[in-house]
């Protein structure tokens, strides 16, 4: 579940491969963002995990593939995925 | 049930596949934190299948008109858009519709070739199904195929001899062939 609104992560990070540091977290305060989510980010400042390792559900899609008859594999981007 | 994928944004080549069915590929541009529910109809390789071919007069001669005749089933349940290929190995392409077919329905062609010369020779019959995002780009992909074998004889004038007396032996190029 999103600890930070998705509009707000894409302001404070410029980019998603962008790592976290103090600065994200003061931005963050600064436009309003929840206590939960700048606990969150406060939390994660010496992790060194970037905006999209910590926020995916902002900087994904999801897809939700089926099928008829169901059973098929499916590929993306020539790499496996899984059965629908 | 549904496949559940989590993709960076942007264009995604998505291929689907499964014996027995033709497999499909297409492309998908996604934006971040988006959900997009994507569903197929998968096409059996066996879609669309010859339920009977007919060839009329079946012991033809030169020179008859012959009328050919293929019924075909669409054994799905969702109308598929097909074509028929009918020709005779090595002679003549006879025929090559293309018609759209309901689920479950059965379709019958009809089409005629003048035989302009004898011998043994083969009527070849196939049919295909358009698929639209087959992994090999779009067209028309066969389910089924057969063949039937047929000959066509030489016409023979009828001569009718009679002589006065009768009882004649009568002789043509040089054979005997009966008495009056």
């Known amino acids: 579940m999103t600890k930070c609104p998705c509009d707000i992560i894409r302001q404070i990070f410029s980019s998603p491969n962008e790592v976290i540091n103090f600065g994200h977290v003061r931005k963050a305060y600064e436009l309003g963002a929840p206590k939960e989510c700048i606990d969150y980010l406060f939390k994660n400042v010496d992790s060194g995990k970037t905006a999209k390792e910590l926020f995916p559900e902002c900087y994904q899609a999801t897809l939700n593939i089926s099928t008829n008859p169901s059973g098929a594999s499916v590929y993306i981007d020539g790499v496996y995925k899984g059965l629908t | ?180």
């Open chain 2, 1 to 180: 049930m549904a496949l559940t994928v989590k993709v960076d944004p942007g264009k995604h080549t998505i291929r689907i596949t499964k014996p027995g069915y033709f497999p499909i590929k297409f492309d998908i541009t996604v934006e971040a934190g988006k959900t997009y529910n994507i569903s197929r109809t998968l096409i059996p390789t066996n879609a669309v299948t010859i339920q009977k071919v007919e060839i009329t007069p079946s012991s033809p001669k030169k020179g008859d008109k012959i009328t050919v005749k293929v019924t075909v089933k669409n054994n799905t349940s969702t109308t598929l858009k097909c074509r028929l290929r009918v020709w005779i190995v090595n002679v003549t392409i006879i025929g090559n519709p293309t018609f759209s077919l309901g689920a479950k329905a059965t379709y019958t062609w009809t089409g005629t070739w003048t035989a302009d010369r004898t011998g043994s020779l083969r009527l070849r019959v196939a049919v295909d199904v358009h698929v639209e995002e087959h992994e090999n780009g779009a067209d028309y992909y066969e389910t089924d195929s057969t063949y039937k074998d047929f000959t066509v004889s030489e016409r023979k004038a009828t001569i009718t001899i009679t002589t006065s007396p009768s009882g004649a032996s009568v002789y043509v190029d040089g054979k005997y062939v009966g008495t009056t």
